[in-house]
T-cell receptor, first 113, second 110 residues
Framework: DAEITQSPRHKITETGRQVTLACHQTWNHNNMFWYRQDLGHGLRLIHYSYGVQDTNKGEVSDGYSVSRSNTEDLPLTLESAASSQTSVYFC????????????FGEGSRLTVL | QKEVEQDPGPLSVPEGAIVSLNCTYSNSAFQYFMWYRQYSRKGPELLMYTYSSGNKEDGRFTAQVDKSSKYISLFIRDSQPSDSATYLCATEYDAGKSTFGDGTTLTVKP
């Protein structure tokens, strides 16, 4: 079965360290997204990609970067982790022909000490 | 003002009750409206999806969109303990990008 997987599922890091969260999908979807979920803020869009070599900033992109070298993967990098980036991060994918139908991963819970 | 506002809850109902979950949105250009269900420590999963105004029914679930009042609702009939989850309303605003409400946590007690 097609799926979307995130790793690691849990990570604890220190302020200032670089962190990369992996996202891999096997649906062959063109669109991929990274969201963060915090109490009181819901899901907020960090970065998104509509295809290989395409990346775009979302609502809360400061301190984050992504790259898209193939269809299946969209890793999210925190260049210098800050305590404000403690959150649960969700990767999602969708097909252009199916607006609104996002498929989410299980989430990566990141704690920055 | 957030683009999508959701009744915050939490909501606790007895098994078998009818549940109403509600959201409002601000941008009249929104055309696609979704409800996602999220179990604890899991990713959201798409529950219902509607285009423009009207109702859509799927088993015990009915999604309703009223574009004149910018109101989105999800009704759950004969609620079950397995329906206990957080429900997120969302609208798609541009080519796959969605904006979400903060979620309403529902508990259905046996």
């Amino acid at each position: 079965d097609a799926e979307i997987t995130q790793s690691p599922r849990h990570k604890i890091t220190e302020t200032g360290r670089q962190v990369t969260l992996a996202c891999h999908q096997t649906w062959n979807h063109n669109n991929m997204f990274w969201y963060r979920q915090d109490l009181g803020h819901g899901l907020r869009l960090i970065h998104y990609s509509y295809g290989v070599q395409d990346t775009n900033k979302g609502e809360v992109s400061d301190g984050y970067s992504v790259s898209r070298s193939n269809t299946e993967d969209l890793p999210l990098t925190l260049e210098s982790a800050a305590s404000s980036q403690t959150s649960v991060y969700f990767c999602a994918s969708s097909e252009t022909a199916a607006p609104g139908e996002l498929f989410f991963g299980e989430g990566s819970r990141l704690t920055v000490l | 003002q957030k683009e999508v506002e959701q009744d915050p809850g939490p909501l606790s109902v007895p098994e078998g009750a009818i549940v109403s979950l509600n959201c409002t949105y601000s941008n009249s250009a929104f055309q696609y409206f979704m409800w996602y269900r999220q179990y604890s420590r899991k990713g959201p999963e798409l529950l219902m999806y509607t285009y423009s105004s009207g109702n859509k029914e799927d088993g015990r679930f009915t999604a309703q969109v009223d574009k004149s009042s910018k109101y989105i609702s999800l009704f759950i009939r004969d609620s079950q303990p397995s329906d206990s989850a957080t429900y997120l309303c969302a609208t798609e605003y541009d080519a796959g990008k969605s904006t979400f409400g903060d979620g309403t946590t529902l508990t259905v007690k046996p």
